[in-house]
């Protein structure tokens, strides 16, 4: 069974740094791009960033590059976000997603982990 579970958010001031994780089961990350969203409150679900841990290549949008850092442990089967200078605005529930890399639509996603940033 396919499985992504995100962890890692919490309650956390600004200024300060969160990891987040996305372990995946039932697949490899090879083969697939691994993404990560996030829906604040009243707003729609932005991507924010996402890898293809074939070759570590990344994409970030370009409101958190910069702060936002994601990498995988392949070995692991993990997917990282790393979130560092944490804004108020960044408050969120935060997914992590896969997508086949032949797909354009991301297939598989996890439960979600809230991030609240108090200023």
């Known amino acids: 069974e396919v499985q992504l579970q995100a962890s890692g958010g919490g309650l956390v001031q600004a200024g300060e740094s969160l990891r987040l994780s996305c372990a995946a089961s039932?697949?490899?990350?090879?083969?697939?791009?691994i993404g990560w969203f996030r829906q604040a409150p009243g707003k729609e679900r932005e991507g924010v960033s996402c890898?293809?841990?074939?070759?570590?290549?990344?994409y970030y949008k370009d409101s958190v590059e910069g702060r936002f850092t994601i990498s995988s442990d392949n070995a692991e089967n993990t997917v990282y976000l790393q979130i560092d200078n944490l804004k108020p605005e960044d408050t969120a529930v935060y997914y992590c997603?896969?997508?086949?890399?032949?797909?354009?639509?991301?297939?598989?996603w996890g439960q979600g982990t809230l991030v609240t940033v108090s200023s």
């Open positions: 997603a896969a997508r086949r890399l032949v797909d354009r639509k991301y297939h598989y």
């Open positions: 039932g697949f490899s990350l090879i083969g697939h791009a």
């Open positions: 890898i293809d841990p074939s070759d570590g290549s990344t």
